[in-house]
């Protein structure tokens, strides 16, 4: 599976960004993904993860409430719609996919990863 994430951008403290990850390769509804994320000088942490079938979804606390993670299956794709933001979210967001359908919030448990667009959150 191939995945490139795009999206992000600076945005002021409050403010808004959907971030897109395009998927190409398998057969999209047959691998979970997920979006984790690194700020500089820091782990590459969890920030939620969508089942293949797009029914189940986990958040990281930080951003539950906040963040919505969606997929499309016909196109392909998945997103991060992220509202109220913070300067604390400011990071490298990554897209990743598992093997199988099940979504896992340890980054262990995905196998592909696209390259990060960086999101910077003014305050």
């Known amino acids: 599976v191939q995945l490139q994430a795009y999206g992000g951008g600076l945005v002021q403290a409050g403010g808004s960004l959907r971030l897109s990850c395009a998927a190409s390769g398998r057969t999209s509804g047959s691998y979970a993904l997920g979006w984790f994320r690194q700020a500089p000088g820091k782990e590459r942490d969890f920030v939620a993860t969508i089942s293949g079938s797009g029914g189940t979804t986990y958040y990281a606390d930080s951003v539950k409430g906040r963040f919505t993670i969606s997929r499309d299956n016909a196109k392909n794709m998945m997103y991060l719609q992220m509202n109220s933001l913070k300067p604390e979210d400011s990071a490298v967001y990554y897209c990743?996919?598992?093997?199988?359908?099940?979504?896992?919030?340890?980054?262990?448990?995905?196998?592909?990863w696209g390259q990060g667009t960086l999101v910077t959150v003014s305050s």
């Open positions: 990743a996919g598992r093997v199988r359908p099940y979504p896992y919030t340890d980054r262990s448990e995905y196998y592909y």
